[in-house]
């Protein structure tokens, strides 16, 4: 577990203590409109080395249009952009990725009936000899692979299987290893459990945590407040485009989370106006919401 974990919007004493240090990813007031669609507006967000920040919010929030600026997919409409300290423009994924900022989406980017080490190498393959007799290093691709999966604690038992014959969880932990072993020091999960059930998803949140005991600064776009407290340092709660919450782990129980995620005070509201009439035998309203991640076909 790291220490200063607070951003600057969240005054919680301490900070200051010894010389700053940038932080891996700084985005300040950034916003992003559509024509006349405003999707996002005044996101402060920062990213320290060996640390997760889970970022949560309904759909519509902003989470994807966030990330996809993170990843080099969008330009900011206004606000600015920092990796370790500079302002960057980035123009494409790409140039987010030479910065080591890899991102994992929903739908991974993988081919079913290639075996899984030629998927981890996807769009990067190794090849040996030079001119007409250059060819894929089939070998060398294949030994890397298993070595950088065990490494990372997966078993697979084939790594000449097709992707499409593993579950949904293993094929996520395979990218977060790819993208470990390619030198990423921001990985961005988007909604890497939200198609996954309880078990796979919890397989897929050790990985997490093994990339942060690597040193990767992790991004985690979710909507279970479960899931984002079982391996978060730092949360942010986006609402209709804009921060709804900011906070250190220290700062914030798994009840105010799910609580925030449920809807909070709309929520409470809601239970008093339902509660008229009826029994007064009513649990917390943050109970009965927030569960079961929207299923999300793939
Ligand atoms: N390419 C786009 N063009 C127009 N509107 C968009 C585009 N992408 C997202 N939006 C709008 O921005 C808002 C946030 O969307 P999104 O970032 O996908 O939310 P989330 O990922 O949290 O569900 C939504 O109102 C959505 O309709
Ligand atoms: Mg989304």
């Given at each position: 577990?790291?220490?200063?974990?607070?951003?600057?919007?969240?005054?919680?004493g301490a900070a200051g203590a010894g010389p700053e240090k940038a932080p891996l990813l700084e985005l300040r007031d950034v916003g992003k409109t559509f024509g006349n669609i405003r999707a996002l507006a005044g996101i402060g967000l920062r990213v320290d080395a060996g640390?997760?920040?889970?970022?949560?919010?309904?759909?519509?929030?902003?989470?994807?249009?966030?990330?996809?600026?993170?990843?080099?997919?969008?330009?900011?409409?206004?606000?600015?952009?920092?990796?370790?300290?500079?302002?960057?423009?980035?123009?494409?994924?790409?140039?987010?990725?030479?910065?080591?900022?890899?991102?994992?989406?929903?739908?991974?980017?993988?081919?079913?009936?290639?075996?899984?080490?030629?998927?981890?190498?996807?769009?990067?393959?190794?090849?040996?000899?030079?001119?007409?007799?250059?060819?894929?290093?089939?070998?060398?691709?294949?030994?890397?692979?298993?070595?950088?999966?065990?490494?990372?604690?997966?078993?697979?038992?084939?790594?000449?299987?097709?992707?499409?014959?593993?579950?949904?969880?293993?094929?996520?932990?395979?990218?977060?290893?790819?993208?470990?072993?390619?030198?990423?020091?921001?990985?961005?999960?988007?909604?890497?459990?939200?198609?996954?059930?309880?078990?796979?998803?919890?397989?897929?949140?050790?990985?997490?945590?093994?990339?942060?005991?690597?040193?990767?600064?992790?991004?985690?776009?979710?909507?279970?407040?479960?899931?984002?407290?079982?391996?978060?340092?730092?949360?942010?709660?986006?609402?209709?485009?804009?921060?709804?919450?900011?906070?250190?782990?220290?700062?914030?129980?798994?009840?105010?989370?799910?609580?925030?995620?449920?809807?909070?005070?709309?929520?409470?509201?809601?239970?008093?106006?339902?509660?008229?009439?009826?029994?007064?035998?009513?649990?917390?309203?943050?109970?009965?919401?927030?569960?079961?991640?929207?299923?999300?076909?793939?």
């Open positions: 577990m790291s220490t200063m974990t607070e951003t600057g919007t969240t005054p919680t640390e997760v920040t889970c970022i949560l919010g309904d759909n519509g929030a902003g989470k994807s249009t966030l990330i996809k600026i993170i990843a080099g997919l969008y330009r900011p409409t206004s606000g600015e952009y920092l990796v370790d300290g500079e302002p960057v423009d980035f123009s494409s994924p790409r140039q987010a990725l030479d910065r080591g900022i890899a991102t994992v989406y929903q739908d991974l980017a993988m081919v079913p009936l290639m075996p899984v080490w030629r998927n981890f190498f996807l769009g990067s393959e190794l090849h040996r000899g030079v001119g007409p007799l250059r060819m894929l290093d089939v070998a060398r691709m294949r030994r890397i692979a298993d070595e950088e999966l065990r490494k990372m604690g997966i078993d697979l038992p084939d790594i000449d299987a097709p992707v499409g014959n593993l579950s949904g969880g293993q094929r996520q932990v395979v990218a977060i290893a790819r993208a470990v072993y390619f030198g990423a020091r921001v990985l961005i999960l988007d909604e890497p459990t939200a198609a996954l059930g309880v078990k796979q998803s919890g397989v897929v949140l050790k990985y997490v945590d093994a990339a942060r005991e690597a040193g990767l600064g992790v991004i985690l776009i979710t909507h279970n407040p479960h899931h984002a407290y079982l391996v978060g340092d730092h949360f942010v709660v986006i609402k209709l485009g804009e921060t709804e919450l900011d906070r250190p782990r220290s700062d914030l129980t798994l009840d105010d989370l799910t609580h925030h995620m449920a809807g909070g005070a709309e929520l409470d509201a809601l239970q008093h106006e339902l509660a008229r009439g009826r029994g007064p035998e009513e649990g917390p309203a943050h109970d009965a919401a927030g569960e079961g991640p929207a299923v999300q076909g793939r």
